[in-house]
């Protein structure tokens, strides 16, 4: 029964369509519940460090349920993506029209962005594609060739844009982050295209299918649904990949491997990403707060992923950190003293 707790993932979509039919504040239900109600929930509920028994494990990798579920929420985020589309237009006041908007953002993070990073973690094909639709939704398909072959990669290290160095604002991070992945995206298929004896503007590079697609989709929405539209496209897009930064300023903040005299750095270890066990920023994100295992095991799916303690804590989940960062003072005074004891 442990299991069902992942089916949380659908107080998102609950939350959103109230959002889409309902009036005045009641428009803002998702950032209530996710940004408010769940961080002052995680403050006072106890974080939950046990991982699964070796005959726990044993079920869970092989039990389909996961998997389905996953794949379950990329009719939903379609669906409601091209309701929002069709519908924005029809809020009645400014306000109703500022929580509808913000309301899709935060699906196209939580489920566009992070659903499909779980998905693009995985060997199968198949499941690589689901997680570029899902990146589609936010324009941010880039993510996938960085993210696997990149980041993994550098990650604590000053050559990862999305590490954050202490001390560095969240504001300042977007930019670098995000522009610093998509150029290191282009980077790491073209050194690919050179591997494999291929042009570096051949539809083998990732790159140049992802930018075309993307340029269609965008396309579609002008002609088909209209220019304002495909403003509010890129809107709620944006408002995906503040989410994604936000999560990569918090997962690695301050965190770096030692470099050795050879100017490699040590390998990556579970020291090297903040980690949360307040339960339900771990079920709403698929364990993505459990980064330590993460990036140990980056092959290691969702329901498996487990806590040790060697991992660096930190003071709440995931949710209350993302609101935390926006506040940049604040978030150093609580932070570097929790760097300074890892």
Same mark, same amino acid.
């Given at each position: 029964?442990?299991?069902?707790?992942?089916?949380?993932?659908?107080l998102?979509?609950?939350?959103?369509?109230?959002? #889409?039919?309902?009036?005045?504040l009641?428009? #803002?239900l998702?950032l209530?519940?996710?940004?408010l109600?769940?961080?002052?929930?995680?403050?006072?509920?106890?974080?939950?460090a046990r991982?699964?028994d070796?005959?726990?494990?044993?079920? *869970?990798?092989?039990?389909?349920f996961?998997?389905?579920?996953?794949?379950?929420?990329?009719?939903?985020?379609?669906?409601?993506l091209?309701?929002?589309l069709?519908?924005?237009?029809?809020?009645?006041?400014t306000?109703e029209?500022?929580g509808r908007?913000?309301?899709?953002?935060?699906?196209?993070?939580?489920?566009g962005?992070?659903i499909?990073h779980?998905?693009?973690?995985r060997?199968?094909?198949?499941?690589?594609?689901?997680?570029e639709i899902l990146?589609?939704?936010?324009?941010?398909?880039?993510?996938?060739?960085?993210?696997?072959?990149?980041?993994?990669n550098?990650?604590?290290?000053?050559r990862? @844009?999305?590490?954050?160095?202490?001390?560095?604002?969240?504001?300042?991070?977007w930019?670098?982050s995000h522009?610093?992945?998509?150029?290191?995206?282009?980077?790491?298929e073209f050194?690919r295209?050179?591997i494999?004896g291929?042009?570096?503007?051949?539809?083998?590079?990732?790159?140049?299918?992802?930018?075309?697609?993307?340029?269609?989709?965008?396309?579609?929405?002008?002609?088909?649904?209209?220019?304002?539209?495909?403003?509010?496209?890129?809107?709620?897009?944006?408002?995906?990949?503040?989410?994604?930064?936000?999560?990569?300023?918090?997962?690695?903040?301050?965190?770096?491997?030692?470099?050795?005299?050879?100017?490699?750095?040590?390998?990556v270890r579970?020291?090297?990403?903040?980690?949360?066990?307040?339960v339900f920023?771990?079920?709403?994100?698929f364990?993505?707060?459990?980064h330590?295992?993460?990036?140990?095991?980056p092959d290691?799916?969702?329901?498996?992923?487990?806590t040790?303690?060697?991992?660096p804590?930190? @003071?709440?989940?995931?949710?209350?950190m993302?609101?935390? *960062?926006?506040?940049?003072?604040?978030?150093?005074?609580?932070?570097?003293k929790?760097?300074?004891k890892?």
């Amino acid at each position: 029964m442990r299991k069902l707790k992942y089916l949380t993932i659908y107080l998102l979509p609950l939350t959103v369509q109230i959002s #889409f039919t309902g009036e005045g504040l009641l428009t #803002f239900l998702p950032l209530v519940v996710f940004f408010l109600l769940i961080p002052f929930a995680e403050l006072l509920l106890k974080p939950d460090a046990r991982n699964l028994d070796e005959n726990e494990r044993a079920l *869970a990798a092989n039990d389909p349920f996961y998997d389905w579920l996953l794949y379950s929420m990329i009719p939903v985020q379609i669906g409601f993506l091209v309701w929002f589309l069709l519908s924005f237009q029809h809020a009645e006041t400014t306000i109703e029209l500022v929580g509808r908007t913000i309301s899709m953002g935060i699906m196209c993070g939580v489920i566009g962005i992070n659903i499909g990073h779980e998905l693009g973690h995985r060997t199968n094909r198949f499941e690589q594609f689901l997680g570029e639709i899902l990146l589609l939704t936010s324009l941010e398909n880039h993510f996938l060739p960085y993210h696997n072959r990149g980041h993994h990669n550098n990650v604590a290290t000053p050559r990862d @844009p999305a590490t954050a160095r202490k001390n560095e604002w969240l504001y300042s991070f977007w930019v670098r982050s995000h522009f610093g992945s998509y150029v290191q995206a282009w980077q790491i298929e073209f050194e690919r295209m050179h591997i494999i004896g291929k042009s570096r503007f051949s539809f083998h590079n990732k790159m140049i299918v992802y930018t075309l697609t993307q340029f269609l989709i965008c396309t579609f929405i002008l002609v088909v649904i209209g220019k304002t539209a495909l403003v509010f496209f890129l809107i709620v897009a944006l408002g995906g990949i503040l989410l994604l930064e936000t999560v990569n300023y918090i997962e690695h903040y301050g965190l770096l491997r030692e470099k050795r005299e050879n100017g490699t750095y040590d390998r990556v270890r579970r020291i090297h990403s903040w980690n949360s066990n307040h339960v339900f920023g771990r079920v709403v994100l698929f364990e993505l707060s459990r980064h330590s295992d993460h990036h140990y095991k980056p092959d290691r799916p969702y329901q498996l992923l487990e806590t040790h303690d060697e991992s660096p804590i930190m @003071p709440t989940g995931y949710p209350g950190m993302m609101l935390l *960062a926006l506040i940049p003072p604040l978030f150093f005074s609580v932070m570097n003293k929790k760097l300074q004891k890892n």
